[in-house]
């Protein structure tokens, strides 16, 4: 096997190895401090004076920023480079959430977290056509797979260190020992990860096609978008997305009310569902790569189709295992369909992978906000079913469109 070159990385060499190690550390070190500020909102809410509704804030306005900013990080990344362009973002989100521990006041810490989370759109769209470039092609599903576990791992350290870290020394300081962490991990990216600037690859860089300018740039996301299949990828993180963030926003209301009253502290212990989807993206990942993607993807929604029904139950450990079960469909479908996008996109990885997550972020904002409604005006099973409907309809799209060669479908939708 090659250990580089025109076809990328190759799995079973060192420089393979080294960039699975290396996406592990980028996905640890964007999530933990992208989520940090939730272990700690009551602390938060109590030392900046404000509602709880607010003190949520801390965590919409990196998110926000986050979406507002994949696309700009793709432009830069045309031009200076997939890797240096990570290692930029990395540092400014670093410096940027240091920050927001310090800044005195509510307003101030807000606005900090909304450019902390605009510096972090530099890493997830980035990170995954990065490694399209950087593996062998054969190999990339299961990259993929690994970097999405280091995101679960991330999103969940970020949770579990600021909670009691906070709860006895303030959230600044929780949140400032996440930072440390994810210091740790951006160390462990920029040494580890290897460069795309392979033998053989700085020509092949130069024979691509790459947008260069804001019209070329506004082309090749165009194309990008024009296709029914790069559509319907985005439409699994869209959809998938907001089904997963919408359990885990409002499950809390419901186990600790009655009749199953779980005390707040035990109930915090629920993120710990995370390290399923660890196993799971990493497995789904290697099953894309020895199988196809479009199988993966429909068993990883149809589990958690499997899930939300398990969490409409009234016992209270049949709705633990729906959240676990849940858990694993989500990441597994997420590690298949962010790399399917990168892979697919003719043109414009970079952006095709940008506006994935985009609309990942979207869906996180727009459906997690309104199965709120429905929860609050309908109840629980009603929002489920709604769920339900809404990971169907996604599974239905991607069978009769991902499910379709190339030439039928670029045909059919001209």
């Given at each position: ?110 606005v900090v977290r ?21 593996v062998h092609p ?103 997305m907001g089904a ?171």
């Open positions: 096997m090659s250990d580089g070159g025109r076809d990328g990385h190759a799995r079973g060499t060192a420089a393979y190895r080294r960039l699975q190690a290396a996406l592990l550390a980028v996905g640890i070190a964007m999530f933990a401090q992208l989520y940090a500020p939730q272990g700690v909102l009551t602390e938060a809410a109590n030392a900046l004076r404000i509602s709880p509704d607010q003190s949520a804030l801390l965590i919409s306005a990196a998110t926000i920023g986050l979406a507002a900013g994949v696309l700009p990080w793709s432009w830069v990344a045309d031009r200076i480079g997939r890797l240096p362009a990570m290692r930029i973002s990395l540092l400014a989100a670093l410096v940027l959430g240091v920050t927001s521990t310090l800044w005195p006041d509510y307003s101030g810490v807000l909304f450019l902390q989370g605009g510096a972090l759109g530099g890493t997830p769209a980035l990170a995954l056509t990065y490694l399209q470039e950087a054969s190999d990339a599903p299961r990259a993929a797979g690994t970097y999405v576990a280091g995101t679960t791992i991330g999103g969940m350290a970020g949770r579990l260190l600021a909670a009691p870290v906070g709860a006895v020394l303030g959230w600044r300081v929780g949140v400032g020992a996440v930072e440390a962490l994810c210091g740790l991990a951006a160390v462990a990216f920029v040494v580890l990860a290897p460069s795309t600037e392979a033998p053989g690859e700085r020509r092949r860089r130069r024979e691509m096609p790459s947008p260069t300018g804001a019209d070329a740039s506004l082309r090749a996301r165009v194309r990008a978008l024009s296709t029914a299949p790069m559509l319907v990828l985005y439409l699994q993180g869209f959809a998938l997963f963030v919408s359990v885990y926003n409002y499950l809390a209301f419901r186990v600790e009310a009655r009749p199953y009253e779980v005390p707040a502290s035990v109930a915090a212990l629920f993120f710990l569902a995370y390290l399923a989807g660890t196993w799971s993206s990493g497995a789904a990942g290697a099953l894309a790569a020895r199988r196809s993607r479009l199988p993966v993807l429909l068993a990883a929604a149809g589990t958690m189709i499997v899930g939300l029904l398990l969490l409409m139950t009234p016992w209270l450990l049949t709705i633990l295992a729906g959240l676990v079960i849940l858990t694993v469909g989500f990441f597994g479908a997420h590690a298949v369909a962010s790399g399917w996008t990168a892979a697919r996109a003719p043109v414009g990885r970079a952006q095709a992978a940008s506006i994935y997550n985009l609309a990942y972020y979207l869906g996180s904002s727009l459906v997690g906000w309104l199965s709120g409604v429905v929860f609050a005006g309908s109840g629980w099973t009603a929002m489920m079913i709604g769920l339900i409907g809404l990971v169907a309809a996604s599974a239905v799209a991607a069978t009769l469109t991902l499910g379709t060669s190339p030439e039928r479908v670029g045909r059919r939708f001209r």
